[in-house]
Nanobody, 114 residues
Framework: QVQLVESGGGLVQAGGSLRLSCAVS????????IGWYRQAPGKERELVAD???????NYADSVKGRFTISRDNTKNTVNLQMNSLKPEDTGVYYC????????WGRGTRVTVSS
């Protein structure tokens, strides 16, 4: 059974930074493109960044230039460095494959105050 554990969220002022981490267990990690998703209050979950097994990355326009996704295939972890945070970045952040293949974890909450 695949388990996803997200961590690193918190309350931060606009302009601040946070680093999220996702630990994956129970699956062959290296073959998948992994994404970070965000679900803002009252909105659908959206993909904000993803990273392929070869480390090629993609970002949603709303976070491009501010967020950086990275992965460590030796530790089965994916990180999301979030800089210059804005109130609209508020939400619960989840990791999963780009296709949402695995059971969703509990996520980690990010709140950005103005």
């Amino acid at each position: 059974q695949v388990q996803l554990v997200e961590s690193g969220g918190g309350l931060v002022q606009a302009g601040g930074s946070l680093r999220l981490s996702c630990a994956v267990s129970g699956s062959i990690f290296t073959i998948y493109t992994i994404g970070w998703y965000r679900q803002a209050p009252g909105k659908e979950r959206e993909l904000v960044a993803d990273i392929a097994s070869g480390s090629r990355t993609n970002y949603a326009d709303s976070v491009k230039g501010r967020f950086t996704i990275s992965r460590d295939n030796t530790k089965n972890t994916v990180n999301l460095q979030m800089n210059s945070l804005k109130p609209e970045d508020t939400g619960v952040y989840y990791c999963n494959t780009k296709s949402g293949l695995w059971p969703w974890g509990r996520g980690t909450r990010v709140t950005v105050s103005s």
